[in-house]
């Protein structure tokens, strides 16, 4: 077609079996169809044209497609030039698709959608590249990638919506929007691979998924307002600059992937989505230098009472330190408590500041004050979650296993609740290992002598790439064999506190700062504190036991309630129990010995107060028929010459005989709790018997001195 000819096709279809030569312009209802392996396209305007042969097809020049372009079989090579798509595409595939070069350049114009592109994938970022890549497209004008898209140079957004699909798009130039956010529809990957500079630019900021910025690229955001929904991962240097925001809300939140090696300079903006704005949550910084002010976006300083906390272990009070100056600088891997408001609707914070990045530490201790009890608020210092399991990068130093969540009231925005995560068991079911970005959580530094110091340091090899890590999240319990046992007033049923017992083969008597985890007392007025009861009075929320071995475990259970009314006992889960193993809830003052796996609720009406020596857990291979008073057998184990006894009631006559029932041991026990007697006697088998107002209890127990 000659230049400024024109060729009207009349309706009908033209074969082509040769090349189409000349810079002319095609029109008609009609359409041109090529027919020849290997046959070129010139710098013709074409209206329909149809591609079918599987040799492919050339450009020899930079056509412009004002209809449809019908791939019937065959590749097109746009070669060094520009191929303008100003119609729409058909029949176009993976097998049937275009392929590029460092040299092409693909437009789109028209109007409307234009379909799905295809590009050549034999060699990635040659076949499948186009130099710079133009969508003009207006009326909401969209174009959807089907693979992945390699720009060698720039990727420009004038008009219309291009759609990702799920793909990448893998860019050596610059980005540049001058539309909108809406401009740009992602569920992929957009990769920065330039070894040198690039930039995110244009006159609107553009709404990524994941960002990836190559080794060797350095790429500058120049423009505010850009977005990133899930990963950013930089093996360069990303400058930010404060133009970009990683989003939160109610499906995931966006993070900084910990594995790159590589940098991000300059200020971001972090958001943090809650379910609900309502009362105080525990919160850390992900930013070097973040202030107090920097929440004032978030939470009503002018609130007649403290809305920000920091916690002081050494504190001879509650521990909880007023930290409302606004140029105080909140401490990488610290926790606080910040209130954020009296409204239930959810609520999405926003901070900004230079990201944390590489190996941090707390210095932590145990000074056993009253209160505070040798718990230390820590905070997660990174823009991504981290995980308490990591297998490398913690460093922990005289610091029990165990993590503890609080969660605000629904009632009173200054109480909450608490839950605890060890070893793989969540004392609630949600309470876990992964510990969100800005989630504060307390942590307790072991017992010793005191003051005892500890550490906590991490590295980015904790951190992990969970998009959707709420403030907490539902955990499983690992096939453990386990009783979940929650406590809650009648007319709260959405509120009740838990204690879980399970079983170890590695457990140990006593607190077992590996596999237990201590009991916070709740706030919350209307919901009370259930815990056990170790066998060296420590209070749990977690507690492990070795399998029984004998035929009786009796665990006592304590509570406090700061009100009266009717409560619920109820065993929420029993997993993984054997059958033969009977699992009994005790009250010793109504002498009522309940099956939880047959009858799991038990209700009783309480008083204000705190509650010991009354409810019990007992795990048993007799059924109901054989125990009398308190199962019949004595809670009891030995350590070499030493028996532990426990006694449920102010007062017991203790009582040792052996095998022959000569009594060779007898002591009166004051209080309720364990008690230790030394036992002077020869190695072999005696039976240990308490005499208490709840009845007569025996076991039989061993003593070996070695």
Known sequence: MAANSTLNDNGVTITVTGNILGSGTHTGTGKISMTTSGASIS???????????????????????????????????????????????????????????????????????????????????????????????????????????????????????????????SIQGSWTNNLSTAAFVSTGTVTFNKSGSQSITGSAATAFNNVTIASGSTTTISTAGQTIAATLLSNGTLNAGGNVTLLSNASQTALIDGSGSGSVSGNVIIQRYLDSGYGYRYVSSPFTALTVSGFSGSVNFSDTFPQFYSYDESAVTNGWVIDTVPSSTLTAMHGYAVNFGYLYTPKTISVTGVVNNGSTSYSLFNHNNTYTLGFNLAGNP???????????????????????????????????????????????????????????????????????????????????????????KPSGSNNLSLLRLEAGFANNNTQRDPVVVYFNDDAIEGFDKDRDALKIMNTDINVPSLYTVATDTTKLSIQALKF??????????????????????????????????????????????????????????????????????????NDKANIPGLIGELNAYTKGNTLF???????????????????????????AGYHQADLQVRDGIYIATLLSNIGKQSKKIVIQSK
């Open 548 to 621: 029984p071995t004998d035929s009786t475990i009796i665990i006592p259970l304590g509570l406090n309630t700061e009100k009266g009314g009717q409560l619920i006992f109820n065993a929420r889960n029993i997993e993984n129990i054997s059958y033969g193993l009977n699992t009994y809830f005790f009250d010793a003052s109504t002498g009522m010995s309940q099956n939880l796996k047959t009858n799991p609720m038990y209700k009783v009406s309480l008083d204000q107060g705190n509650y010991t020596n009354r409810f019990f857990l007992i795990f048993t291979t």
């Open 43 to 169: 710098g013709a305007t074409i209206n329909n044209l149809t591609l079918n042969n599987s040799g492919g097809f050339n450009l020899s020049g930079s056509p412009t497609i004002n209809g449809t372009l019908t791939f019937t079989a065959g590749k097109l090579a746009i070669a060094t030039n520009t191929l303008t798509l100003a119609g729409t595409i058909s029949g176009i595939s993976a097998s049937n698709s275009i392929t590029g070069s460092p040299g092409s350049n693909l437009t789109i114009t028209g109007t409307g959608s234009i379909g799905t592109l295809y590009f050549d994938q034999t060699t990635t970022g040659t076949t499948n590249n186009i130099s710079t890549f133009t969508l003009n497209r207006t009326s909401s004008g969209a174009a959807t990638l089907g693979n992945a898209l390699s720009v060698s140079t720039n990727l420009i957004l004038t008009a219309g919506i291009l759609t990702d699909g799920g793909n990448g798009i």
């Open 382 to 472: 990174y823009p991504s979650p981290i995980n308490w399991n990591a297998s490398s990068g913690w460093t922990k130093t005289n610091i029990d296993n165990a993590l503890y969540y609080y969660d605000a009231s629904d009632t009173n925005r200054y109480t909450g609740t608490y839950s605890s995560y060890v070893s793989g068991v969540s004392s609630d079911g949600v309470a876990n290992n992964i510990i969100p970005a800005m989630q504060g959580f307390f942590i307790h530094v072991t017992n010793g002598t005191y003051p005892v110091s500890g550490s906590l340091g991490a590295t980015n090899s904790v951190r992990i790439n969970n998009l959707n890590p709420f403030y907490h």
């Open 645 to 671: 006894v426990y006694v449920a009631t102010d007062n017991a006559e203790l009582a040792v005989t052996n095998m022959a029932g000569q009594v060779i041991a007898t002591e009166t026990l004051h209080g």
